[in-house]
């Protein structure tokens, strides 16, 4: 992966909707260029998919510290819910992170099933502190 590669990627993650002709006015390449330039990023596994970015009301960061090796039971309780965002499996203190969208009435419902398994840590964002953001 390029320079050039780099800033496809930047001009994508900011508006994935921009075309390969849009991209290459920016960047002083043809579209056609670009377009093969996005299939061999994709054909590598360095761009996965294209996706929005969404405006949720509540976010929270969620730690799971497993009380007992039900793996397999959290992790099909956890992924029930669709407020779940990333759900991974981690190394370190805990055992899961996990990134969320919950109303409080859903993570109260939420912390209540889990906490059968698990012990846990929510962090809620207050504000999005990333200079690119509003």
Not at 46 to 58: H, S
Request: aromatic share 10%; glycine share 2%; proline share 0%.
């Amino acid at each position: 992966m390029d320079y050039i590669d780099k800033q496809i990627i930047a001009l994508l993650k900011k508006n994935s909707r921009l075309t390969n002709k849009e991209i290459g006015e920016e960047i002083h390449l043809t579209g056609q260029a670009v377009g093969n330039r996005v299939n061999k990023l994709i054909e590598h596994k360095i761009i996965k998919n294209f996706t929005i970015d969404v405006y949720y009301e509540n976010t929270q960061y969620i730690r799971l510290f497993m009380n007992s090796t039900a793996f397999s039971t959290i992790e099909r309780v956890v992924n029930n819910f669709e407020e779940i965002e990333i759900f991974d499996k981690v190394s370190g203190q805990a055992c899961y992170a996990i990134v969320t969208h919950f109303s409080q009435d859903r993570l109260n419902e939420f912390i209540e099933k889990i906490s059968k398994w698990a012990r846990y840590s929510v962090e809620t964002v207050v504000t999005n502190k990333l200079k690119n953001e509003s």
